[in-house]
């Protein structure tokens, strides 16, 4: 599991604001996350809305309940957001002391509780401590660099240490932002060890993240119940799932990279 940065090279977090919107940055002009100051709660950018299409997978009756854990803290939108809102047990694991500060200065990142722990690691340590194995109904994994160039953990050791943190019936999401080469070996990776059928992606943003979500042995439910889904998601958490509907399909095997 290779990393382009250690704990000994971390960039520092700053902060910018346009428009009621913070932005959080690492050292670059690329945003690595965003909260509307007037609104704390909610999911600001479309991918992060998107990362959150893993409820679409889940009956409606059960789609809060769990452990959801985040790699790569972010602005700690996706973190506010299952603690705050959907009041799930949330962790949060980041390796940038800096930013766990930021988040706790800026945007709104309350101190651990019974409900909540953010855990300053590696995140390819996390996911291959045996503690930690099927410990997550779902996995939101968002890890780039201050470049925003590829994501930091992205071969098969990974993916695969990934899939065991889940439980059965877990839901991952993960964000690719990049060339559509980029896209297809991430995404091949992704496939080869959830299994082809267990995979879906979205259609890219304008900004080029593509979210893809992978399963650990679901049952895909047929049009009409994703649709009842989508409408209780819409209702009561007020996230825009039937356009996720919409725009979700099987990998494409043409697309990915085989390596």
Same mark, same amino acid.
């Given at each position: 599991m290779n990393r382009k940065t250690n704990s000994n090279e971390m960039v520092g977090a700053t902060m910018s604001e346009m428009d009621g919107v913070r932005f959080l940055h690492l050292d670059s002009i690329w945003i690595q996350g965003a909260m509307r100051i007037a609104k704390p709660? !909610?999911?600001?950018?479309?991918? @992060?809305?998107?990362?959150?299409?893993?409820?679409?997978?889940?009956?409606?009756?059960?789609?809060?309940?769990?452990?959801?854990?985040?790699?790569?803290?972010?602005?700690?939108? @996706?973190?506010? &957001? %299952?603690?705050?809102?959907?009041?799930? !047990?949330?962790?949060?694991?980041?390796? +940038?002391?800096? =930013? @766990?500060?930021? %988040?706790?200065?800026? &945007?709104?990142?309350?101190?651990?509780?019974?409900?909540? #722990?953010?855990? +300053?690691?590696?995140?390819?340590?996390?996911?291959?401590?045996? =503690? +930690?194995?099927? #410990?997550? !109904?779902?996995? +939101?994994?968002?890890?780039?660099?201050?470049?925003?160039?590829?994501? =930091?953990?992205?071969?098969?050791? &990974?993916y695969a240490a990934c899939r065991d943190v889940l439980d059965e019936g877990g839901l991952m999401t993960v964000n690719l932002f990049g060339h559509a080469s980029s896209f297809g070996r991430s995404a091949g990776r992704i496939a080869r060890v959830f299994g082809l059928d267990q995979v879906w992606s979205l259609r890219p943003t304008k900004e080029g993240n593509t979210v893809i979500v992978a399963a650990r042995n679901v049952a895909v439910p047929d049009r009409h119940e994703l649709t009842a889904r989508a409408e209780d998601i819409e209702l009561r958490w007020g996230l825009p799932a039937r356009k996720w509907l919409r725009m979700v399909r099987p990998l494409d095997p043409a697309e990915l990279t085989h390596e």
């Amino acid at each position: 599991m290779n990393r382009k940065t250690n704990s000994n090279e971390m960039v520092g977090a700053t902060m910018s604001e346009m428009d009621g919107v913070r932005f959080l940055h690492l050292d670059s002009i690329w945003i690595q996350g965003a909260m509307r100051i007037a609104k704390p709660s !909610q999911l600001e950018l479309e991918y @992060i809305q998107r990362m959150m299409a893993w409820m679409l997978w889940r009956p409606q009756a059960e789609v809060a309940d769990g452990h959801a854990v985040q790699l790569g803290l972010g602005a700690a939108a @996706i973190t506010r &957001f %299952c603690h705050k809102v959907l009041r799930m !047990q949330t962790t949060a694991v980041e390796i +940038n002391p800096t =930013v @766990i500060h930021a %988040c706790r200065l800026w &945007f709104r990142l309350g101190d651990d509780d019974t409900k909540l #722990s953010v855990v +300053n690691t590696d995140a390819a340590r996390w996911v291959t401590d045996p =503690v +930690n194995r099927h #410990s997550a !109904q779902v996995l +939101n994994v968002d890890l780039y660099d201050h470049d925003a160039a590829a994501p =930091v953990l992205d071969d098969e050791a &990974f993916y695969a240490a990934c899939r065991d943190v889940l439980d059965e019936g877990g839901l991952m999401t993960v964000n690719l932002f990049g060339h559509a080469s980029s896209f297809g070996r991430s995404a091949g990776r992704i496939a080869r060890v959830f299994g082809l059928d267990q995979v879906w992606s979205l259609r890219p943003t304008k900004e080029g993240n593509t979210v893809i979500v992978a399963a650990r042995n679901v049952a895909v439910p047929d049009r009409h119940e994703l649709t009842a889904r989508a409408e209780d998601i819409e209702l009561r958490w007020g996230l825009p799932a039937r356009k996720w509907l919409r725009m979700v399909r099987p990998l494409d095997p043409a697309e990915l990279t085989h390596e």
